[in-house]
């Protein structure tokens, strides 16, 4: 099991930058990919970024190069720095952790809402 705690959301105007944070705990070992994710209201979730404990990193087109994905590794954490935020970016953020295991879905956290106002 992995317990996942978030956070870092809240309301922001566009332009603005926010950081989520996201700390695991539990049977965490070996390769393992941990990401951000969100949901707006009437849409499907979404990946918007994932970084694997060895440092490879993936985002969507709609966050390069406003978004950055990092992780402390010795601190089981991961965070979303998210810089020149958009309205359309307003969703609940929810980190995922996938390992050996769990890789078909994995753990989720209770999510975060993020909220760019125009």
């Known amino acids: 099991q992995v317990q996942l705690v978030e956070s870092g959301g809240g309301l922001v105007q566009a332009g603005g930058s926010l950081r989520l944070s996201c700390a695991a705990s539990g049977s965490i070992f070996g390769i393992n990919v941990m990401g951000w994710y969100r949901q707006a209201p009437g849409k499907q979730r979404e990946v918007v970024a994932t970084?694997?404990?060895?440092?490879?990193?993936n985002y969507i087109d709609s966050v390069k190069g406003r978004f950055t994905i990092s992780r402390d590794n010795r601190a089981n954490t991961v965070y979303l720095q998210m810089n020149s935020l958009k309205p359309e970016d307003t969703a609940v953020y929810y980190c995922?952790?996938?390992?050996?295991?769990?890789?078909?879905?994995?753990?989720w956290g209770q999510g975060t809402q993020v909220t760019v106002s125009s």
């Open positions: 970084m694997t404990s060895i440092g490879v990193s």
């Open positions: 995922n952790y996938k390992g050996p295991g769990s890789w078909a879905d994995g753990y």
